[in-house]
């Protein structure tokens, strides 16, 4: 029997971030706060987004994510803060989503992977992670 789409999307969303049944999409946002003129829209986002894509085989949690950061960064996204936080929850390293961002300059530009960088740096501060950077000459 198959699970059905939303419960597959909650399952993924509370795998990618460590969320229980009393908060199910944890530091998700999925729309939650357009409840008032779209209250379908976080339906959507979990059947969609976590049911269908995110629950597909072929990758790993930490490549998805590292995939999803990079399409934020080159569209400038304030959904970036999310999926940092969801890499980190997956057990992406700091320096594997830094990398990741820093890898984007020829091909986003600067002012894509400063601002991506910004946002990493204060999720690393809200969260006590700190990069090592012992390794960049």
Known sequence: MTKDRYQQGI?????????GDEN?????DIGEAF????PDLSKYVVEFAFGDIYSRPGLDNKQKVLTTITALVAQGKPQ?????KTGLSVGLKPEEIVG???HLI???????VLNALKVAQKVFE????????SDVE
């Open 80 to 84: 970036i803060e999310m999926h940092i």
């Open 11 to 19: 399952d993924k969303i509370q795998e990618l971030t460590s969320s």
């Open 35 to 38: 409840k008032d003129i779209a």
């Open 100 to 102: 990741c961002i820093i």
């Open 106 to 112: 020829p091909y986003t530009g600067f002012p894509s």
């Open 126 to 133: 809200e969260q006590g992670v700190k990069v090592n950077t």
């Open 24 to 28: 199910p999409t944890g530091f998700m």
